[in-house]
């Protein structure tokens, strides 16, 4: 009796401690740089778009995988009434392409994980085909074949049309070319952009710049592909510096006792440290409010020793830089001056 007592007594200390670092990190932040992507994808990302792959980089802890998860979140939310009168409709999935451990990407646990997301909670078999629209249940196909990976890729793109899914979102989608020999990434590609087409999805790839740097191996994929960035906020960027603070800001309201309104006198130290990724700034200052919270107090000490170290700080910031290099000749488009009118005219004439 008594041990069940102690059991069940609530450590209230630590309950505090998570409830505020909790808050902490769950605080989204629709920033300027996160809007700018949603605004561009949404342009993009329409029935009939030729745009059939394309690619969001950015630094580790940026908040891509975030982005990725909000903008699947957005469209299920947009579509609820459609869903509401069919029950089959998943207008959006996200799956992370996961290392399979072995030599070459796995497609068949790609294919899995898609097939996963599509029966969402529904607890049927792995291998089906159709949705019933009335239930929004997979129906079962019970053909061995549909076991192959010919199969699977069948089942994959015949449960996306089913499902009325209008994209794709691939985090992690490095994985994919990673251990690909160089010869065979147009192949890869060639497979996803074809899943594309053969399910009448938008396939979005997601991942940090080494996602961008294996694609430029091949001058075929990079022209194919439109690529976003969710780049930093930069430090010599006055406008950047002001999102970057309003972004310090709001971890400061989310929790203003915690940090006794101590947090903006550090929002250089932190833009810094963290090099403008806001993912970064929320691990940064989660860990911060643990300790704060667990050693009784604030100081400026606890914020110190919930920074990034020097050598990690270098190492990302090496990351960054290489991927800036190579992404941004990527994204510069020119837009040679138009003749104006009255020259066309006279060479016209
Ligand atoms: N807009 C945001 N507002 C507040 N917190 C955020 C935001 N975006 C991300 N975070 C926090 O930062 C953490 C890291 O973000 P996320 O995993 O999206 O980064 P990432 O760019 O995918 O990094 P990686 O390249 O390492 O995969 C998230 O778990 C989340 O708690
Ligand atoms: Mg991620």
């Known amino acids: 009796m008594t041990n069940t007592a102690q059991i069940t007594t609530p450590d209230l200390s630590l309950i505090k401690t998570v409830k505020h670092a909790t ?52 469209e299920i939310e947009r579509s609820a009434r459609e869903m509401e009168t069919n029950a089959g409709i998943i207008p959006a999935v996200y799956v992370e392409a996961r290392a399979s451990g072995e030599d070459d990407f796995s497609w068949r646990l790609f294919y899995q994980s898609i097939l996963d997301q599509l029966e969402a909670d529904v607890d049927m078999p792995k291998y089906q085909y159709g949705v019933d629209p009335q239930t929004g249940r997979m129906v ?7 076991r192959t990976l ?48 053969q399910a009448g ?37 006055e406008s950047d510096i002001r999102a970057f603070r309003a972004c310090v800001q709001k971890f400061q309201d989310a929790a203003p006792a915690l940090w006794e309104k101590n947090l903006m006198s550090y929002a250089d130290v932190l833009h810094e440290n963290t090099l403008g990724c806001v993912g970064t700034l929320s691990a940064v200052l989660t860990r ?42 990527g994204l510069i488009r020119v837009m040679r001056k138009p003749k104006n009118s009255s020259s066309q005219q006279r060479s016209a004439a």
């Open 23 to 74: 808050v902490l990190q769950n605080l989204r932040i629709k920033h300027t740089r996160i809007k700018q992507v949603i605004d561009d994808l949404g342009c993009l990302i329409y029935p009939g778009s030729q745009d059939s792959i394309l690619m969001v980089c950015g630094p580790t802890g940026a908040g891509k995988s975030t982005l990725a998860k909000h903008m699947v979140a957005e």
């Open 140 to 146: 079962v196909s019970r053909n061995p074949k549909d």
């Open 150 to 197: 010919a199969g699977l890729r069948t089942s994959v793109e015949r449960a996306l049309l089913h499902r009325k899914t209008k994209f794709l979102v691939i985090d992690e989608a490095a994985h994919i070319i990673r251990q690909t020999r160089r010869n065979r990434l147009e192949i890869q590609l060639d497979t996803l952009k074809s899943l594309a087409n």
């Open 201 to 237: 999805v938008q396939i979005v790839l997601v991942g940090s710049y080494d996602l961008f740097q294996l694609m430029s191996l091949s001058g075929q994929l990079a022209r194919r592909t439109h690529v976003l960035h969710l780049e930093r906020y930069r430090q010599d960027v």
């Open 288 to 329: 911060a409010a643990n300790l704060v919270e667990k050693k009784g107090g604030w100081s400026v000490e606890h914020l110190r020793t919930a920074l990034l170290s020097e050598l990690q700080r270098e190492r990302i910031l090496k990351e960054i830089v290489d991927g800036e290099e190579a992404i941004n000749p």
